[in-house]
Structures are given as structure tokens and as C-alpha cells.
């Protein structure tokens, strides 16, 4: 069965620095998400993404963030200048094109630790 | 405001004992509903969607719209049943975003 992926599983970065976390969506999939979850919260929205632009953001995803899907499968999330409250989980999620098909599909998550 | 409330972060119940996860939500229309699973170690998983109305590994989950609950019960709990479990829901458009309760640890006890 086809599944999400994400790398790294763990990254740690010094506060102020760039990362990147990577995402491939599952193939046919159409819609694509990040969600992220901080140690003891819950599993909070950050960015939806349809047809090569951003469907709907939240608050959270300020100009530090960005998506980004480059090369047709990888679906990338870039944090600018990491601070020490980005630290969290970040999972990626993709959905498939046909209509009542609701469900979105996890990635394992990415473990960001901003030192 | 959109919300899902799951009033109990950990659940303890001895292997065998009916399971009973709660779950309220608060959305201006008519929302899909979910319960994901997480089990140690491993990826957020669907459970079930109101939609579907299936019993997946014992589970059922009914909706009611009156008292906005989407509860989610098992007759009798097994051990392989201790995960983190999240009630959820999204909108009824094609890229509408999950939003998720705070989630219930449940804990079979032997």
C-alpha cells in the first residue's frame, strides 16, 4: 500500500538557521497539507496546498514559512530563520482527486528540534 | 468558532471492559467527522469517518448532530488497543484542512 513519506525523521537546528523539511506524497495524490504538533498540544493546521499554490493557510504560517512542490513528487516545507517555539512535530499529509474522498494520509513526521 | 473537544487525556481500562472515548465539536455547517489512531511508534492512521458508518476493529462511532458528539465505543477493549486516539473534522470542500482534538491516551490495563 502506497504511503506518505518524510525525511529527515529527526532534524536539529541552531536557532536563526534554514530548514527544510521534505515530504513525497502519495503518487496520484492531488491535495497536500502540513501540520505540525508541539510536545503536549495538539495537532495543529499549517498550510494547505492544490495545483501548485497555496489553497489556505493559518495563523501560524507566517512569512517564515514557505511550500513548495519542485520537481512534481517532493513536497517541501522551508522555515527561514528557525526559533526555539518552531520546535515541534511536523507531519505532511496528502489527498487524493476523486469527490468524497476526505481522508488525508499521514507522513511519520519530522522531529524539529531548534537548539 | 471552529473546535473539537476531547475532555479526557487519558483513559484507563481493564482488557475486556466496554471503551468509551469522548468527543463534542463545535462547526458553523455540516462537518465530516474522524477518528485517528496513533499507535507507538507509528504514523496518525484513519480509523473511521462518520460517513462510512463501519466498525473498524470493533470500534463504531455515532454522530449526533443534536448534542454535536461523535463518541467513539468498543463493546470490549483489547490490548492491542492502547494508542493515542484524535477526534477531527474537516469541511465538506475538496482542500479543507483537519482540525483536531487534543487527543485521548488510552490505556488498556491487563
Known amino acids: 500500500e502506497p504511503e506518505v513519506t518524510q525525511t529527515p525523521s529527526h532534524q536539529v537546528t541552531q536557532m536563526g538557521q534554514e530548514v527544510i523539511l521534505r515530504c513525497v506524497p502519495i503518487?496520484?495524490?492531488?491535495?497536500f497539507y502540513w501540520y505540525r504538533q508541539i510536545l503536549g498540544q495538539k495537532v495543529e493546521f499549517l498550510v494547505s496546498f492544490y495545483n501548485n499554490e497555496i489553497s489556505e493557510k493559518s495563523e501560524i504560517f507566517d512569512d517564515q514559512f514557505s511550500v513548495e512542490r519542485p520537481d512534481g513528487s517532493n513536497f517541501t516545507l522551508k522555515i527561514r530563520s528557525t526559533k526555539l517555539e518552531d520546535s515541534a512535530m511536523y507531519f505532511c499529509a496528502s489527498r487524493g482527486g476523486l469527490a468524497g474522498s476526505y481522508e488525508q494520509y499521514f507522513g511519520p513526521g519530522t522531529r524539529l528540534t531548534v537548539t | 468558532a471552529q473546535r473539537v473537544t476531547q475532555p479526557e487525556k487519558l483513559l484507563s481500562v481493564f482488557k475486556g471492559a466496554p471503551v468509551e472515548l469522548k468527543c463534542n465539536y463545535s462547526?458553523?455547517?455540516?462537518?465530516?467527522l474522524f477518528w485517528y489512531v496513533q499507535y507507538s511508534r507509528q504514523r496518525l492512521q484513519l480509523l473511521l469517518r462518520?460517513?462510512s458508518r463501519e466498525s473498524i476493529k470493533g470500534f463504531t462511532a455515532d454522530l449526533n448532530k443534536g448534542e454535536t458528539s461523535f463518541h467513539l465505543k468498543k463493546p470490549f477493549a483489547q490490548e492491542e488497543d492502547s494508542a493515542m486516539y484524535y477526534c477531527?473534522?474537516?469541511?465538506?470542500?475538496?482542500?479543507?484542512?483537519?482540525?483536531f482534538g487534543k487527543g485521548t491516551r488510552l490505556h488498556i490495563l491487563p
Open positions: 462547526y458553523s455547517g455540516s462537518p465530516e
Open positions: 462518520h460517513i
Open positions: 477531527a473534522l474537516s469541511g465538506r470542500n475538496r482542500d479543507d484542512k483537519i482540525i
Open positions: 503518487s496520484n495524490h492531488l491535495y
